[in-house]
């Protein structure tokens, strides 16, 4: 009787043990998918490097934070060209209103991009938002956008 009860408390711990390997080891998991997953620490460097590296799409950058970012628009940064004005936000959901409320504005985690009308092609504005798509990421993986589906600090649609 009592080797029964021993033994049925072993399966418990047992159990109860694996349990909690397995939720250390998926929030350790979540933990570096998060550190891994910056695009909301992109700087307005890198922008202004967009210039440089493609001048056709993105020719000119100035920053102009001073400018465009106010109370009602609470952008981290903004950097403008001749062909569209990227905002970099603290918070997605802002950058979600600014895409609601800005005209010719998409919007991509923590950015908000207005372009200007006429100014580039369907394809130079998919280029240019790949850009801040990939920055820091591979360019070949997907890994973090197919794990965006149930992350909860991407927002991925607006509502």
Known sequence: MVERRVRRW??????VG?????????????????ALENRDGIPADWAIFLGSYDSEVFPDPVETTEQTCTEDLPCRWAVTSDTAVVMMFDDQRDACRAAQTLPA???????AVRFTPGALTVKQRNDLMAHFANYNRDPDGDFAD?????????VRTCS
């Open 105 to 111: 504005t998409v919007r991509q985690d923590w950015i």
């Open 10 to 15: 072993s399966w418990g711990r047992r159990i």
């Open 146 to 154: 197919d794990l965006g589906s149930w992350l909860p600090w991407v």
């Open 18 to 34: 694996a349990v909690v390997v397995m939720v250390l080891l998926l929030w350790g998991y979540a933990g570096c998918v998060r």
